[in-house]
Structure formats: C-alpha cells, structure tokens
C-alpha cells in the first residue's frame, strides 16, 4: 500500500520570505513523487515530479521539492513566495512498479500575505 | 498542450437521479482517472481504465459505475444519486511511460440536494 501525508492544513508566509510546505510518504518499491497546485475553482495544475536522479527537482514558477530517501520526504520549496502562490498544493505518489495509480495527501493551503 | 474538459463546471441534482458526468481528453492518453475531492481528505480514487472498454475500481467505487468505448471519453455514472455524493469531481488521464504525472480537467463541483 502507498500513502502520503501533509502534516500542515495551512502554511502562512510574508511574501518575499521562503515557503516550504511538507511531504512525506510510503511505498512498497521506488517511489514516484509529484507535486500539484490548485488555484481557486480550477483543476491541479503539475508543478514537479521525481523519478530518479538527482534529489533536487526544479519545476514550474520558481518552485523546486528535495527527494530525501532515509526521511521518506519531499518537500516543496521556493525561496521567495510571492501573493499568486496562494494555493493549495498537493504531494502524490506511486509505486514504481505498481501501475499509474496516484495516492494523494489531504493538501496544504499556502497563504501568503502582502 | 495536454487538454481534458469535463461537461459541466456545475451541476445540481436530486436525490435518486442518475447522474452522468462525462469526461475527454486530446492527447491519446491510454490511462484516465476519476476522483472526487473532499475538504481535508485530498483527493479519492473512484474508478480508473486503462484502455478502452477496461475499468477497474479505486479506493471508493461505492455508488459509482463508469463507462469507456472511445479512447477520448470516460463517464463517470452515480446510478442513484445522494446527498453524501455531493462533491468536486475531478478527472484526470496520462500517457503510459512519461513518469505518470497526470493532467487534470477543471473538475465539476455536483451538488445533490
């Protein structure tokens, strides 16, 4: 079984400050991670994923997610939030070798003040 | 880019209609998805297919069936809707060995009164 979890409901930051926003897993084989953010009444938009490789995963709007394999994490980052990242954002992953099922955590909504 | 729409962006239905909610995408993605999204619990598989005329049920297929006879189209069906179904449905497919990140439709926020 996989499964993922995102300790925090709601991360607030100063824009301009760095944002993290946490991620752990759990999968039988190697893991496949992704990142996802939602904007208001829209669909998740891919930001960033890990397959292999180096650790560090830069993605999409500045935004860039540390594999750690012996944390069984992959954080999010950005080193300077600004207000249009406020969003919630999505950690998902699969099994390597268990098909394209995605299991996704409960999501974390960034607010991120002026 | 990658394009999947949903029918409806908004949908209100009454307790005991069936409800169909119908989903396609324009890349020639072999994998589609159905989930439905719930305040605090992420997002919950329902059903997926991984080709044409095959489906298999996800994490909570109770009250849900689907359909897919073209490559392009996978239906999500609540055969008798209730009020424990109201919810944002959100679908998804992707291409078989890219990795498996999946892109997603607006969604359809249902609404069963």
């Known amino acids: 079984a996989q499964s993922v979890a995102q300790p925090e409901d709601q991360v607030n930051v100063a824009e301009g400050n760095p944002l993290t926003v946490k991620c752990t897993y759990s999968v039988s084989g190697n893991p496949y991670l992704f990142w996802y953010v939602q904007y208001p009444n829209r669909g998740l938009q891919f930001l960033l994923k890990y397959i292999t490789g180096d650790n560090l995963v830069k993605g999409s709007y500045g935004f860039e997610a540390e594999f750690n394999k012996s944390q069984t994490s992959f954080h999010l980052k950005k080193p300077s939030a600004l207000v249009s990242d406020s969003a919630l954002y999505f950690c998902a992953v699969r099994d390597g070798a268990a098909g394209n099922k995605l299991t996704f955590g409960g999501g974390t909504r960034v607010l991120v003040k002026p | 880019d990658v394009k999947v729409t949903q029918s409806s962006r908004y949908l209100v239905k009454r307790t005991g209609e069936k409800v169909f909610l119908e989903c396609v995408q324009d890349m020639d993605h072999e994998n589609m998805f159905w989930y439905r999204q719930d305040p605090g619990l992420g997002l919950r598989l329902i059903y997926f297919?991984?080709?044409?005329?095959?489906?298999e049920k996800g994490d909570i297929p109770e009250g849900y069936s689907v359909s897919r006879e073209k490559k392009e189209r996978f239906s999500l069906i609540l055969e008798s809707a209730s009020t424990n179904q109201t919810s944002m449905y959100l679908c998804a497919s992707t291409l078989v060995g890219t990795g498996g990140e999946q892109y997603f439709g607006p969604g359809t926020r249902l609404t069963v009164t």
């Open positions: 297919s991984y080709d044409v005329k095959m489906k």
